[in-house]
């Protein structure tokens, strides 16, 4: 079958990832599957037409609204995934809450990651419950082996690091919302006294004004480090290099990144938000914190209690194989997507 996936495919958003992962699940069942960025998307017309150009079969969306709208009227079975700001935001307005329900009534199939999502979205339109499957995202991760840690050091400016330096790592894109400057002034005091101890900050400059703004902030700053972001395989060998992963943000949604350091056991340390307290069980899978002092008393805690680090990242480890497996995962696309073929569902 050739399927046409249509998704927000700008770059280090999550959705990029996801739409990387579900169009590898689809053809490794046999399928042929083209990406198309719904950003560049302005009608349904435009899709239906390029449906018959290119003899779509069968459609996908990841987002109901920025997505699955133009997939309305297009005359291919398609089924859509649920996007975090479908369920947060986008219901909010009318308009939008109309449309989302048009998507659900015409699709074969929606998805939601969580059991929450699924809750609100029922809530909202009860008649299409049952079209609602659960899937969270799985995860899989395939550190680069040959990952050159010192050359890393070095081109980050952070050549100066003495050997047993403890690295706690925060994966996020520059901007606002992200609020990655939250335990800036709290590390730079820590470094003082206890200079093996230091924050990087990875990832896309996404907002050049805000970036600017980091950037400046950060010159006068010991024990913190700003460092473009690296391919993704890198980036995992380079977690996999750091004492923690650190999620500071306020954001709503499901950290990738979280999920990746428990899978590739190494610690995580994450701000007491919904988002993160659904994936991190505090003491048991990661650690919790709702200011700055609190954060740095449980980093303090995890060098100190090495058993404390082993039982979460063993935990953190079986939460990922259970509730993130990246087989099921397969399996369920590909079942879902077998529904496409069904005449007349
Ligand atoms: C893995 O790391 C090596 C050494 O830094 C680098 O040359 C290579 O390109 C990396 N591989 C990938 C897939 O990024
Ligand atoms: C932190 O976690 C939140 C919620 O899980 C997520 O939306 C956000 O992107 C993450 N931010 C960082 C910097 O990892
Ligand atoms: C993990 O999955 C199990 C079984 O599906 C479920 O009971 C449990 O609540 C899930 N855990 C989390 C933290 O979501």
């Not at 770059?11 to 689809?26: K, Q």
């Amino acid at each position: 079958m050739r399927i046409l996936l249509i998704a927000c495919l700008r770059a280090s958003t999550g959705n990029c990832t996801t739409a990387d992962r579900i169009r590898s699940h689809v053809e490794a069942a046999g399928h042929e599957c083209e990406l198309r960025d719904a950003d560049g998307v302005q009608s349904p017309l435009e899709v239906a037409k390029l449906i018959a150009q290119r003899r779509f079969e069968a459609g996908l969306a990841i987002h109901l609204y920025k997505a699955g709208r133009f997939l309305l009227g297009s005359r291919i079975p398609f089924g859509v995934i649920f996007g975090g700001t479908d369920i947060n935001e986008d219901v909010k307005n009318e308009e939008k809450h109309r449309v989302m329900g048009n998507v659900l009534d015409s699709a074969r199939f929606a998805v939601a990651f969580t059991c929450r999502m699924k809750e609100v979205a029922a809530k909202h339109w009860p008649r299409a419950i049952s079209k609602i499957h659960i899937q969270p995202q799985g995860i899989l991760t395939r550190p680069n082996v040959s990952f050159d840690f010192e050359a890393f050091l070095h081109d980050a400016g952070m050549m100066h690091i003495p050997g047993d330096t403890h690295i706690f790592l925060l994966i996020c894109g520059l901007r606002r919302v992200k609020d990655p400057l939250y335990l800036v002034e709290a590390f730079a005091e820590w470094h003082e006294r206890e200079p093996r101890i230091c924050l990087a900050v990875i990832g896309p400059m996404v907002d050049p004004l805000f970036t600017k703004e980091v950037k400046a902030k950060l010159q006068n700053v010991d024990g913190v480090h700003l460092v473009e972001e690296i391919p993704q395989t890198d980036l995992q060998a380079l977690i996999k290099r750091s004492f923690a992963v650190v999620n500071s943000s306020l954001s709503e949604g499901m950290s990738a990144a979280i999920l990746e350091a428990m899978d590739l056991e190494v610690p995580v340390l994450a701000r007491d938000i919904p988002g993160n307290a659904a994936i991190v069980q505090h003491e048991d899978t990661g650690l919790l914190f709702s200011s700055p002092k609190e954060f740095v008393k449980l980093a303090k805690r995890l060098m100190s209690e090495p058993d404390l680090k082993r039982r979460i990242t063993h935990n953190a480890k079986n939460y990922i194989r259970t509730n993130h497996s990246w087989e099921l995962e397969r399996e369920t696309y590909q079942n879902l997507v077998g529904l496409c073929l069904t005449v007349g569902l």
